[in-house]
């Protein structure tokens, strides 16, 4: 567990929003032909790591909600959970592969912008909203699904990990 600290939002805010810009400035300057090109040591398309991209910020939503719930259980059942999605990241990473092919069909170059604003917008509106000593409670997650994933997370860890993921995918984009 974590000992209780104040957490600084500003800053988290401003990380996100730091996200949302340029992500649309990304989209915004690349052509169709940099979008269909490969990225740099990644199975993806540069849209399709686009997507992936505003996908980490996507899953943030999600994993609030697991957060809030298994902060509240005793300290083996984020545990086991996360054992248990260890055991299954062969699974996780074909998923988590295709499923950003298919997503880029549908939340490509013209639509990749309005999700990554929606999306942010409900973090910044979350974040707002959080307690100091829910910033501060936190569970256990799957080391082996994402490099930026700790053995124990707390909220506000969660809360900054997706420009963590944006930063390091955005290294692999091949746009001119």
């Known amino acids: 567990m974590v000992d209780q600290k104040w957490v600084d939002r500003a800053a988290i805010a401003a990380d996100l929003e730091r996200a949302r810009v340029a992500l649309h ?3 915004d300057d690349a052509s169709a032909g940099d979008l269909a090109r490969f ?3 990644t199975r993806w398309t540069n ?10 910020y996507m899953v943030v939503v999600r994993l609030l909600v697991l ?8 300290d083996s059942a984020s545990r086991l959970f996360a054992r248990a999605l ?8 074909e998923i988590n592969y295709r499923g950003s092919c298919l997503a880029a069909r549908v939340f490509d170059r013209r639509r990749m912008g309005r999700k990554c604003d929606r999306v942010i917008a409900t973090l910044q509106r979350h974040l707002a909203g959080e307690s100091e000593a829910g910033l501060n409670r936190g569970m256990h997650f799957p080391t082996r699904w994402d490099p930026f994933f700790a053995e124990y997370m707390t909220l506000e860890q969660i809360y900054r990990y997706p420009g963590r993921h ?7 984009l091949t746009l001119d």
């Open 47 to 56: 849209e399709q790591l686009l997507f992936h991209m505003v996908f980490g």
């Open 25 to 27: 400035e990304l989209v």
């Open 166 to 172: 944006f930063d390091f995918h955005r290294d692999q």
């Open 67 to 74: 957060v809030r719930v298994f902060s509240r259980l005793p």
């Open 39 to 41: 990225s740099e040591g």
């Open 86 to 93: 260890d055991a299954a990241t062969p699974v996780f990473d």
